[in-house]
């Protein structure tokens, strides 16, 4: 089973910062000279944004006054490593920010990520798929369907997660997703026909190490496995 994760996103939000403009430029002088490039949105204001795109190696970083996010693509275990990009860039940011004397403090985690996978033998649409994993045949529901996608969900006080598949019909696929890939062009070959798998994981916390954004893709590796076995 060969998977490709198109994108992924990790995101950890904090209390306001409310001098962010002020004292960005000095916190991510260190970081910002390790980037390709850098982009800044809504310059001198309170919501002011930097953006470090890394282009060759296919990742960005954002930091904002409430929220650093790491977005890449490629396969997972490029970034589970020790001092990987999420654990020497993204943490070593969050670890200055986390260093000013007037933080506030963590409120959340956010982990989204998406994959897919060829079925073997190539030929898997949107019928196999219906008779797949469905008991009933979705066209006597609505004629002419020609997409599904099944949405499973689960909430509890300070976790909520969603997971979302369904097949997977080519690159225009990933196209209509509401996060799509750094950089489509990079990837491998993706005019196939498969299973498209979307996690999202929400998370109440207040303390946050790179060891859980290691656990944050196990869980989502084993649940494409527990999907992929039923296909």
């Not at 000279?33 to 296919?58: C, G, M, P, R």
């Not at 956010?110 to 994993?133: Q, R």
């Amino acid at each position: 089973m060969e998977v490709i994760v198109p994108v992924f996103q990790f995101e950890i939000r904090f209390n306001h910062i409310l001098d962010f403009s002020q004292i960005s430029r000095s916190l991510l002088a260190p970081f910002v000279k390790l980037a390709q490039s850098l982009k800044v949105d809504k310059q001198n204001t309170l919501e002011e944004i930097y953006s470090l795109n890394f282009e060759d190696d296919n990742y960005i970083i954002i930091v904002s006054w409430d929220r650093i996010v790491f977005k890449g693509q490629g396969s997972l275990e490029t970034y589970t490593k020790k001092n990987s990009p999420i654990d020497t860039l993204f943490f070593g940011i969050l670890d200055k920010i986390m260093s000013l004397s007037h933080f506030g403090g963590i409120q959340r985690s956010l982990f989204f990520a998406t994959c897919i996978s060829k079925v073997k033998g190539g030929d898997f649409h949107f019928d196999t798929f219906s008779k797949n994993t469905l008991a009933f045949n979705p066209n006597d529901i609505l004629e002419n369907s020609n997409d599904i996608a099944i949405v499973i969900e689960s909430k509890t006080k300070k976790n909520e997660t969603s997971i979302t598949f369904g097949p997977y019909l080519g690159p225009k696929d990933l196209l209509k997703r509401t996060i799509g890939p750094v950089n489509i062009s990079a990837l491998d070959d993706l005019e196939f026909e498969g299973i498209m798998f979307e996690y999202k994981n929400f998370k109440l916390l207040s303390e946050i190490k790179f060891v859980d954004f290691v656990k944050n893709c196990t869980e989502f590796n084993d649940k494409f496995k527990k999907i992929w076995n039923i296909q």
